[in-house]
Every structure is written in structure tokens, then in C-alpha cells.
């Protein structure tokens, strides 16, 4: 099977934190992958380090055997990477569905001078709409960012990413703000985005939903690697179990 | 009538001047404290070529490219620095221009340069003129609104971090802000270089530049109409008030200082507000 995503030896340090310590994992087409640990494990500047936005001091990352390392953030998402960050970060000037829209739209702001003349947002926004709703959030697409709780802004990013088209979509805690009812439904969302051929990295603290719908667990703790393998092989690992209990443990008690 | 005649010219200028540094402070959040550089360069560089001979149309456009061309080198080397610093950097390059103007005797040095030829028309047909090409910059401002290009500078005025997400190449759609708002501010140098018939380094200075600003944050960051109301009335009112024009920078300044602090949106967000109320009001 080929990888879409592999993270080869990655380290990241900030200052005189090491966040990441020769981190390697890989994504394979068409897999659910959950990337775990503890609070302050790596696991958001671990994606960071896939998306461009911190450049790591030593390791590659490579997307379907394309080296990204020294790509601009913007290049790595015109090459087919969709994310949704763990703060949200909506165009607070914009409405919810011209924040989706702009990123549906893509294609036509892909150089300035094209998109210089072009105008008409009708299919973007028409787009839009339908990933709000598929996103369960269409009731607000008028709205401003301002005005709406952190659940519906973590969505509304997850909506933004999908209005690009990834080959591959990152989340980085998704389910936050959720109740549970509502944590299960967009999880069983993701599943669907899933089988529909989308491959996706899910870091998520909700254990109780990461192991009901990931293929697949890669477990870091400290900025290293951990563990990785099957949901429930994974979790029964003591050292997880240990890392988890340790420093996280309201965390593993949602499974 | 003369009068009215060199107002409108003068307001025609500050307009097209304000719009063009419009796309860039206000379409695409970049500030820029030394707008009147590009404003000088696009003068002197098409003072120069008529003083030379060359056509008065030639002269206007070289002046608008060359204005344009310093806008992209000096955003290239602005694309890593952010808000204060941009502010300073660009501050930085008003006294750059004016500091290498001052020390060339080929462009006048202190003394400027003086009998500019008359581009051939009347003072009438010059308004026209101005007031023409005034229009044409508001309704290619009005357009690039709703192209896709305004819909990414939105974004980027917004949160250069998040526009990077949805893949618009931020220095790229930068770049193009200063090119278009730097060669915009060249064509009303070119302009008033040629209404004046003498241009110094004073024509271009700090003060020039806050008043520029002002312009566009008083009449509202982005908004084209608020920014043309208050281009004309700044423009014209230190001709009729004598302590305006002595207290320019205090006045302007001050001003500039008031809507930042209570006022945000200049006086298109007060008169947005307004009529918010009134709708609020008038409702049952
Ligand atoms: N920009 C930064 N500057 C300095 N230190 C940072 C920075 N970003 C992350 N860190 C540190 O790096 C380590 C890993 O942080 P990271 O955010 O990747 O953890 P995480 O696994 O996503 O945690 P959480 O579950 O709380 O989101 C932490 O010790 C954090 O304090
Ligand atoms: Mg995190």
C-alpha cells in the first residue's frame, strides 16, 4: 500500500523545549488514522510540522513520495493538504459560508492577476452551504464567527479545509466544544468523509470516539514516538496506558 | 470659476492619491507611512521626461511605472515584516526618497525643480482630465471589490496566518497591493507635477504622507466612497483655512488618532451606524 503522508525522524525544538524527538509515522491511502497522547505530547506541533507552519530542525515530510520540506504553508495546501487547527481561526471580518466559500474558491485565487478577473461567488457559495450542512453547522452560515460557540467555529474550520478538496485532511481536536451527542454524530461525519475515499489524521481527545472509528492509532508521549497498531492493541499497552494515566488521566477515563 | 477649476484639480489628485493607497492600507491591511515616495517618484520622473521633450501621456505612464516598480521592490523587502514594523519600515523609505532627492542636482536637490511645460491643455480640459482618470481609479476600486482578488486581500487584511490555510500565496497577492497602489500614487504624482509646474522635496514630505493616511482612515479603511468624501474635503480646506494648513500635521494627526481610538471605521462606519439607527429606530 502506498503512504499518502510520511513523517520521516522529524524534530522540532522551540527555544529549549523539545517538542518532537525523531517522530516518524506515515498515513496510508484511504486510512483513519488517529495520532494520540497526552496534553503536550506533540501531537498539534507534529501537524504543524506537515502543514509548513514550524519548520523542523531535522526530519522530512513527504506527501505521496513528494518532499514538502522549505514549502510555504499555501504551496502544501495547493498540493492537498486540508486542516483544521486545534484554535480556531475563522476570518472573523467574513461571514460562516464566505470563510468556506473563499477556500472553495481556491482554484480562482490560485494567482493574483487571474483572479483579478474573476468575479461571481455563486458556486462557491452554493458549495459552501452544502458542506456547512454536511458539516451539521448550516444553520449559522450567515452568521458572523463572532457570534457562535466554539463548537460550531471547530466545525466551520473542518467545513473550510473539506472546501478545498484535500487529498488528505488533518484535524487537530475536531470534537472540542461538542456534547457528546453531537461529538458522535460529527464523528460518524469524519467516518463518512472516510469511506468516501478521504484519508485523515484525527488528533482527538475523546478517546471513546477515536477508538470507534480510527483504523489505526499512533500513540506519541513526550514528542516521541510511543506506539502505533490497532485501536484496542494499542490501548492495551501498559506504557500507553501509563502516559495516559500519568498525565492525562480525565482523558483516558472517556473511554 | 479659475478657483473652482484648480480645487476640483487638486481634489481630483488627493482622490486618486487616497484610492491608491486604499488598496493597499485598506483592501489588503498593509499600512504604509511613506506613500508619498512612490506619489514623488511617479512627479519627478515625469517632470524630468517632459522637461526632456518627451509627451506628456509617455511622461505620465513611465512616472506611473517607475512609482510602481519602487512599490514592488520596497514590498518585496517589506513581505517579512508585519504591522508596527511595516509602519516603520515604510516610514523609513518617505525619508530614503526624500534624503536621495534632496542630494541630486539633477533633480533639482533643495530647490526642486521649477517651469514644468504645460502638458498642452487648458486648464478646464486638465480638470477633466484628473477628474476622469479619478473615476476610472474609484471604479476599478469599486470592481477589484468583488473580484476574487478582493475576496483574497479580505482575507489577508483579516489574518495572513489563516489565508495562508486556504492556499492564497499572501506575499504574491502583497506584492500586487503595492505594485497597483504604488503606480496608482505615480500617476497622481505625474498629475500634480504637471498642474503645479514645480515639484521639491517638500511637495513629498512625512507630512504628505500622514495626510494621505488620514485621508483613508478618516474616511473609512477600505471604504471607497468614505475615502473619496474625505480625500476631497482634506484636500481643499487647508486652501480656505490658513490655521489648517500651519497645524497640518498636529490637526491630521490628532484626527487620525481620534478615529483609531472611537471611531474605527472612519466616517463610513459612523455613517453606517447612523443609519443602522435609524432603521432601529424607526421600526415599530
Ligand atoms: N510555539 C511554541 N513555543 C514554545 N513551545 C511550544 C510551542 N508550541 C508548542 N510548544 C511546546 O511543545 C510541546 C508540545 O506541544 P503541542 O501543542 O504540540 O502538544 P499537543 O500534543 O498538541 O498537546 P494538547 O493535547 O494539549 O493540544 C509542549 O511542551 C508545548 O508547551
Ligand atoms: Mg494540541
Given at each position: 500500500?502506498?503512504?499518502?503522508?510520511?513523517?520521516?525522524?522529524?524534530?522540532?525544538?522551540?527555544?529549549?523545549?523539545?517538542?518532537?524527538?525523531?517522530?516518524?509515522?506515515?498515513?496510508?491511502?484511504?486510512?483513519?488514522?488517529?495520532?494520540?497522547?497526552?496534553?503536550?505530547?506533540?501531537?498539534t506541533?507534529?501537524?504543524?510540522?506537515?502543514?509548513?507552519?514550524?519548520?523542523?530542525?531535522?526530519?522530512?515530510?513527504?506527501?505521496?513520495?513528494?518532499?514538502?520540506?522549505?514549502?510555504?504553508?499555501?504551496?502544501?495546501?495547493?498540493?492537498?493538504?486540508?486542516m483544521s487547527q486545534q484554535i480556531v481561526k475563522p476570518f472573523r471580518?467574513?461571514?460562516v459560508?464566505?470563510n468556506v466559500?473563499?477556500?472553495?474558491?481556491?482554484?480562482?485565487?490560485?494567482?493574483?492577476?487571474?483572479?483579478?478577473?474573476?468575479?461571481?461567488?455563486?458556486?462557491?457559495?452554493?458549495?459552501?452551504?452544502?458542506?456547512?450542512?454536511?458539516v451539521?453547522i448550516?444553520?449559522a452560515?450567515?452568521?458572523?464567527p463572532s457570534?457562535l460557540p466554539l463548537g460550531f467555529l471547530k466545525r466551520l474550520e473542518v467545513a473550510r479545509a473539506?472546501?478545498?478538496?484535500?487529498?488528505?485532511?488533518?484535524l487537530d481536536e475536531p470534537l472540542a466544544g461538542l456534547?457528546?451527542?453531537?461529538?458522535?454524530?460529527?464523528?460518524?461525519?469524519?467516518?463518512?468523509?472516510?469511506?468516501?475515499?478521504?484519508?485523515?489524521?484525527?488528533?482527538?481527545?475523546?478517546?471513546?470516539?477515536?477508538?470507534?472509528?480510527?483504523?489505526?492509532?499512533?500513540?506519541?508521549?513526550?514528542?516521541?514516538?510511543?506506539?502505533?497498531?490497532?485501536?484496542?492493541?494499542?490501548?492495551?499497552?501498559?506504557?500507553?496506558?501509563?502516559?495516559?494515566?500519568?498525565?492525562?488521566?480525565?482523558?483516558?477515563?472517556?473511554? | 470659476?479659475?478657483?473652482?477649476?484648480?480645487?476640483?484639480?487638486?481634489?481630483?489628485?488627493?482622490?486618486?492619491?487616497?484610492?491608491?493607497?486604499?488598496?493597499?492600507?485598506?483592501?489588503?491591511?498593509?499600512?504604509?507611512?511613506?506613500?508619498?515616495?512612490?506619489?514623488?517618484?511617479?512627479?519627478?520622473?515625469?517632470?524630468?521626461?517632459?522637461?526632456?521633450?518627451?509627451?506628456?501621456?509617455?511622461?505620465?505612464?513611465?512616472?506611473?511605472?517607475?512609482?510602481?516598480?519602487?512599490?514592488?521592490?520596497?514590498?518585496?523587502?517589506?513581505?517579512?515584516?508585519?504591522?508596527?514594523?511595516?509602519?516603520?519600515?515604510?516610514?523609513?523609505?518617505?525619508?530614503?526618497?526624500?534624503?536621495?532627492?534632496?542630494?541630486?542636482?539633477?533633480?533639482?536637490?533643495?530647490?526642486?525643480?521649477?517651469?514644468?511645460?504645460?502638458?498642452?491643455?487648458?486648464?478646464?480640459?486638465?480638470?477633466?482630465?484628473?477628474?476622469?482618470?479619478?473615476?476610472?481609479?474609484?471604479?476599478?476600486?469599486?470592481?477589484?471589490?468583488?473580484?476574487?482578488?478582493?475576496?483574497?486581500?479580505?482575507?489577508?487584511?483579516?489574518d495572513?496566518d489563516t489565508?495562508?490555510m486556504?492556499?492564497?500565496?499572501?506575499?504574491?497577492?502583497?506584492?500586487?497591493?503595492?505594485?497597483?497602489?504604488?503606480?496608482?500614487?505615480?500617476?497622481?504624482?505625474?498629475?500634480?507635477?504637471?498642474?503645479?509646474?514645480?515639484?521639491?522635496?517638500?511637495?513629498?514630505?512625512?507630512?504628505?504622507?500622514?495626510?494621505?493616511?488620514?485621508?483613508?482612515?478618516?474616511?473609512?479603511?477600505?471604504?471607497?466612497?468614505?475615502?473619496?468624501?474625505?480625500?476631497?474635503?482634506?484636500?481643499?480646506?487647508?486652501?480656505?483655512?490658513?490655521?489648517?494648513?500651519?497645524?497640518?500635521?498636529?490637526?491630521?494627526?490628532?484626527?487620525?488618532?481620534?478615529?483609531?481610538?472611537?471611531?474605527?471605521?472612519?466616517?463610513?462606519?459612523?455613517?453606517?451606524?447612523?443609519?443602522?439607527?435609524?432603521?432601529?429606530?424607526?421600526?415599530?
Amino acid at each position: 500500500m502506498t503512504a499518502v503522508l510520511e513523517v520521516r525522524g522529524v524534530s522540532v525544538a522551540f527555544g529549549g523545549v523539545q517538542a518532537l524527538e525523531d517522530v516518524s509515522f506515515e498515513l496510508r491511502e484511504g486510512e483513519l488514522l488517529g495520532l494520540m497522547g497526552p496534553n503536550g505530547a506533540g501531537k498539534t506541533t507534529a501537524m504543524r510540522a506537515i502543514t509548513g507552519v514550524v519548520t523542523p530542525q531535522e526530519g522530512e515530510v513527504r506527501l505521496r513520495g513528494r518532499r514538502l520540506n522549505g514549502l510555504a504553508v499555501e504551496r502544501r495546501v495547493r498540493l492537498g493538504l486540508g486542516m483544521s487547527q486545534q484554535i480556531v481561526k475563522p476570518f472573523r471580518s467574513m461571514t460562516v459560508v464566505q470563510n468556506v466559500a473563499l477556500a472553495a474558491g481556491a482554484a480562482r485565487t490560485a494567482n493574483p492577476l487571474g483572479a483579478l478577473f474573476q468575479t461571481g461567488r455563486g458556486a462557491e457559495t452554493a458549495r459552501a452551504r452544502e458542506l456547512l450542512e454536511l458539516v451539521g453547522i448550516g444553520e449559522a452560515a450567515d452568521a458572523s464567527p463572532s457570534e457562535l460557540p466554539l463548537g460550531f467555529l471547530k466545525r466551520l474550520e473542518v467545513a473550510r479545509a473539506l472546501a478545498l478538496d484535500p487529498q488528505l485532511l488533518l484535524l487537530d481536536e475536531p470534537l472540542a466544544g461538542l456534547n457528546q451527542a453531537e461529538a458522535a454524530t460529527f464523528a460518524d461525519v469524519i467516518t463518512g468523509l472516510n469511506r468516501g475515499g478521504l484519508s485523515i489524521i484525527l488528533i482527538e481527545h475523546n478517546l471513546g470516539e477515536v477508538l470507534r472509528i480510527c483504523s489505526r492509532l499512533v500513540v506519541l508521549d513526550n514528542g516521541r514516538n510511543l506506539k502505533s497498531g490497532a485501536p484496542l492493541e494499542v490501548m492495551a499497552d501498559p506504557a500507553v496506558r501509563a502516559a495516559y494515566l500519568g498525565e492525562g488521566g480525565d482523558d483516558a477515563e472517556a473511554g | 470659476m479659475e478657483y473652482t477649476v484648480t480645487l476640483l484639480i487638486l481634489m481630483g489628485i488627493s482622490i486618486i492619491l487616497a484610492l491608491s493607497l486604499n488598496l493597499i492600507t485598506g483592501y489588503c491591511g498593509q499600512i504604509s507611512l511613506g506613500h508619498a515616495a512612490f506619489y514623488g517618484a511617479g512627479a519627478y520622473c515625469a517632470a524630468m521626461m517632459t522637461k526632456a521633450g518627451i509627451p506628456f501621456g509617455v511622461a505620465l505612464l513611465a512616472g506611473t511605472a517607475l512609482a510602481g516598480a519602487l512599490g514592488v521592490i520596497v514590498g518585496l523587502a517589506s513581505l517579512r515584516v508585519r504591522h508596527d514594523f511595516l509602519a516603520i519600515t515604510t516610514m523609513g523609505v518617505g525619508f530614503l526618497f526624500l534624503g536621495v532627492v534632496r542630494k541630486q542636482d539633477w533633480l533639482g536637490g533643495e530647490m526642486g525643480i521649477f517651469a514644468i511645460p504645460d502638458p498642452g491643455l487648458s486648464k478646464t480640459a486638465y480638470m477633466v482630465l484628473v477628474l476622469v482618470l479619478a473615476a476610472l481609479v474609484a471604479a476599478f476600486s469599486l470592481y477589484l471589490k468583488r473580484t476574487w482578488m478582493g475576496f483574497a486581500f479580505d482575507a489577508i487584511a483579516d489574518d495572513e496566518d489563516t489565508a495562508r490555510m486556504v492556499g492564497i500565496d499572501v506575499p504574491r497577492y502583497k506584492l500586487t497591493a503595492f505594485a497597483m497602489g504604488t503606480a496608482l500614487a505615480g500617476l497622481a504624482g505625474g498629475l500634480y507635477a504637471h498642474d503645479i509646474k514645480y515639484i521639491g522635496p517638500d511637495s513629498f514630505s512625512f507630512i504628505e504622507s500622514i495626510t494621505i493616511l488620514s485621508m483613508v482612515v478618516i474616511g473609512g479603511i477600505g471604504s471607497v466612497p468614505g475615502v473619496i468624501f474625505a480625500a476631497a474635503a482634506l484636500s481643499v480646506l487647508p486652501q480656505w483655512l490658513q490655521f489648517i494648513a500651519e497645524y497640518k500635521l498636529l490637526l491630521y494627526g490628532g484626527l487620525l488618532f481620534a478615529v483609531m481610538r472611537f471611531s474605527p471605521g472612519g466616517l463610513a462606519g459612523m455613517a453606517r451606524g447612523m443609519a443602522a439607527r435609524a432603521r432601529a429606530g424607526g421600526a415599530p
